[in-house]
């Protein structure tokens, strides 16, 4: 599955950013949709996927309440909306798909693409 995430920049703290992660192959109609974010030095970490049949959603407890996952007017495209950002949140967010919950879970993909970076100052 080639995915394209896009929509990071610089922020300041309090700020909003929408993430768009699109799909060039095919629809994400039969996909578990997850975004995870990489922070410099620290290890790849889970932020939220969506189910796109069903729009079951999942979060970090990290960004519960901040932001928002969700399915965009097309089927190849979903959002993360990212409200009230903190320095924390600063790190190259991924998206990544597949049919199985349990890989976005564990984050069992073979290959990841460029990610879009996400810079919060404060």
């Known amino acids: 599955v080639q995915l394209q995430a896009s929509g990071g920049g610089p922020v300041q703290a309090g700020g909003s950013l929408r993430l768009s992660c699109t799909n060039s192959e095919r629809t994400f109609r039969r996909y578990v949709v997850g975004w995870f974010r990489q922070a410099p030095g620290k290890e790849r970490e889970f932020v939220a996927a969506?189910?796109?049949?069903?729009?079951?959603?999942s979060y970090a407890d990290s960004v519960k309440g901040r932001f928002t996952i969700s399915r965009g007017p097309a089927e190849n495209t979903v959002y993360l909306q990212m409200n009230s950002l903190k320095p924390e949140d600063t790190a190259v967010y991924y998206c990544?798909?597949?049919?199985?919950?349990?890989?976005?879970?564990?984050?069992?993909?073979?290959?990841w693409g460029q990610g879009t970076q996400v810079t919060v100052s404060s």
């Open positions: 990544n798909a597949d049919p199985s919950p349990f890989t976005i879970l564990k984050m069992d993909f073979s290959s």
């Open positions: 969506i189910k796109w049949s069903a729009q079951h959603t």
